[in-house]
């Protein structure tokens, strides 16, 4: 089980996916990612912290994530969003909107979410949406 990420990992700047399926210490990793990425503002371009390259993020499975931070809109590269099987998970952030990029996205089986930002729709480039077995909403 995961119980931090390394703090080397801010250094992949190319990162490109990141495949954390089951981690139930998810909550660590947000806070890392948003460490680094306040750490980030007003620097150099070419130390822009790991989220601006991200094109996949996979967190399947996290049992315990219970809300995404309003980070996760400045993803600006994300492609691919899978938060299936999150069953904690209430609710996403209106910032989720602001993924322009983002093609896939898959909150099947996420039994607790109980409503989607109006601001969905503005996902303009998103192909696949899952909403499977999502019985709250």
Known sequence: MIQKLPSNLFKCYH???LH???CNH???VFDFLIDNFNSSINVDMKKLPI???LQELILSG???LQELPTLIG???ALQELNLSQ???LQELPTSISQLNALQELNLSWCSSLQKLPTSIGQLNALQNFHLKD???L
């Open 134 to 136: 999502c019985s709250s």
């Open 62 to 64: 996290c049992s315990s």
């Open 51 to 53: 989220v601006i390259s």
């Open 74 to 76: 400045q993803l600006n």
């Open 86 to 88: 999150c069953s904690s």
């Open 26 to 28: 998810i909550q660590i």
């Open 15 to 17: 990162l490109q996916v």
């Open 20 to 22: 954390l399926t089951k």
